[in-house]
């Protein structure tokens, strides 16, 4: 069984900047991609960025050169340096980890930017 634990989220001004964090418990397989998605109101989930086990690394356009995903497999864990925030980044984020095309998801932690 598979856990995976956020924390991070929270209530910023327009121009700030957020971390979250993502621990992962469980069975986990060396290789694995782990990842941030958010999802609006009204809006579907969508790819924020994502990371191999390896360190490759994947962007959303819309947050490329604000956001940077970074991960420690000592500690099977994923984090997500938001700057610059804008209104628009308001969601809700979930944290995901993809072990051999088997989606595991975090509860969802809230970012709310405000303008």
């Known amino acids: 069984q598979v856990q995976l634990v956020e924390s991070g989220g929270g209530l910023v001004q327009a121009g700030g900047s957020l971390r979250l964090s993502c621990a992962a418990s469980?069975?986990?397989?060396?290789?694995?991609?782990m990842g941030w998605y958010r999802q609006a109101p009204g809006k579907q989930r969508e790819l924020v960025a994502h990371?191999?086990?390896?360190?490759?690394?994947n962007y959303a356009g819309s947050v490329k050169d604000r956001f940077t995903i970074s991960r420690d497999n000592a500690k099977n864990t994923v984090y997500l340096q938001m700057n610059s925030l804008k209104p628009e980044d308001t969601a809700v984020y979930y944290c995901?980890?993809?072990?051999?095309?088997?989606?595991?998801w975090g509860q969802g932690t809230q970012v709310t930017v405000s303008s």
């Open positions: 995901n980890l993809l072990i051999r095309n088997y989606n595991y």
């Open positions: 990371i191999t086990s390896g360190g490759s690394t």
């Open positions: 469980g069975s986990i397989f060396s290789y694995n991609i």
